[in-house]
Each structure stands twice: as C-alpha cells, then as structure tokens.
C-alpha cells in the first residue's frame, strides 16, 4: 500500500485564485512529520512548509498553510492567492515514526497557474 | 553558502560502463540520502545514511552502492549501468530525526541527469 498518495495528477487554476492540493498518508505510528515540497521546472527542491503529528495547531507559512486533518489521515497543501511563479511540480512527503530515518515521498501533482 | 551539491551536474553512459556520483553538504548533517526522480513516480530512495562509516538500502538499491567515508561527503555508484537506470539523481541532507519541527526537512542539491544508452 501507498504511504503517501497523491490523487490529483495535474490540476489547472486560474492566477490569485486559492489551490488546495491534495495528500492522504499511511501510518499506524502515532509520531510522525509532513513535508510539502516544490519542483520548479528548473528543478530544484524547495521545502514549503512542516508538520508534525502532534503539532495543535496548522501549519502555516507565508501564502502556505497545511489544511491537517489527523482524523482522515489528510494533509493537503493551501495556497493563497495563486501566482503565476506558483507553477511547478508540487510533492507531500513524511517521515514516520520517532526513529525512522526515512522520509518517503508522493507522486506529486503538477499544478498550472493560467494569466 | 554553499548547501549540498552535486558532481556531476550531467553525464552520458553507455551501458556497462561505471560512474560515482558525488555529493557535499557544508551543513554539518548527520543524515544524507540518494534519491532517483523519474516520471510518475515521484521520488524514490536508494540509500541513505545516518552518519558516517554507515549507510543503508532504500527502496530502490538494487544496481547501486554507496560509500559515506567522511561526514560531509556521500558517494553514489553504478558499477555496470543499465539503461534503466536513466534518471534524474538527487542528494539531500539533514539533521538527525527527531530533532522537532521543520528541522527534520531535507536539503535538496541540484540533481545529476544521467542518461544510460
């Protein structure tokens, strides 16, 4: 079974409009961490934003906020107000356990901001 | 400030022939791993190690070894390249888990493009 799923291959949004990108995980460890990460075409990988299976709150960071919902097992990533620069490869990844040293990476979705 | 950085940036093989890949993070990490990125299927770990002197499998090991004899350096290598091993490489690092919060994130390098023919 997945860890981490990814169910939105591809996703178009019209620019300043909010984008919720969807990641569902996998884990029976009651400790574990969330990453979101960005891929730009050129490439790189950018951390967004963390969060942690016993933080209280959502995350939130800048125009970035992680919509978690423990109960479902749901960590989808919010952007505000789109911007064209928003375009890029976007990956949900977690490490699971207080030990485990690996963190394990979604499929991505590619997410398109149209002028 | 120089992160973690990947050598070489690009690199045409045949198949059969042998390659390291270097990686170097300046971030005194304990942690460094290798990750193959192909379409569709995000990315996938190869090897990782949690210090130096060791290292260990990911879910893709087979075809690769890797070598972590100093800190701040992580070798990658093919000893006989298969087409199939056609892929975008990345490095990372990182501090040791658990360490709390967005610390536990991954740095990224750049990536080595490797094309097997």
């Known amino acids: 079974a997945q860890k981490i799923t990814q169910t939105q291959p591809g996703m178009f949004v019209q620019e300043k409009e909010a984008v919720t990108l969807d990641c569902t995980y996998d884990t029976s460890d009651p400790s574990y961490g969330l990453f979101w990460y960005k891929q730009p075409s050129s490439g790189e990988m950018i951390f967004l934003i963390y969060?942690?299976?016993?933080?209280?709150q959502n995350a939130t960071e800048g125009r970035y906020s992680l919509n978690f919902q423990k109960a479902r097992k749901s960590a989808n990533l919010v952007i505000s107000a789109s911007q064209l620069g928003d375009s890029a490869m976007y990956f949900c990844?977690?490490?699971?356990?207080?030990?485990?040293?690996?963190?394990?990476f979604g499929k991505g979705t590619r997410l398109h901001i149209l002028p | 400030n120089a992160g973690v950085t990947q050598t070489p940036k690009f690199r045409v093989l045949k198949t059969g022939q042998s390659m390291t890949l270097l990686c170097a993070q300046d971030?005194?990490?304990?942690?460094m791993y290798w990750y193959r990125q192909d379409p569709g299927m995000g990315l996938r770990l190869i090897h990782y190690?949690?210090?130096?002197?060791?290292?260990a499998k990911g879910e893709v090991p087979d075809g690769y070894n890797v070598s972590r004899l100093k800190k701040q350096n992580f070798l990658l290598g093919l000893e006989s390249a298969a087409p199939s091993q056609t892929s975008v490489y990345f490095c990372?690092?990182?501090?040791?888990?658990?360490?709390?919060?967005?610390?536990?994130?991954?740095?990224f390098g750049p990536g080595t493009r490797l094309l097997v023919l």
């Open positions: 990844a977690m490490r699971e356990g207080r030990r485990d040293d690996k963190i394990i």
């Open positions: 969060q942690g299976s016993y933080d209280q």
């Open positions: 190690s949690v210090g130096e002197g060791t290292t």
């Open positions: 990372a690092s990182s501090y040791s888990f658990p360490s709390g919060g967005a610390q536990e994130t991954q740095y």
């Open positions: 971030m005194n990490h304990e942690y």
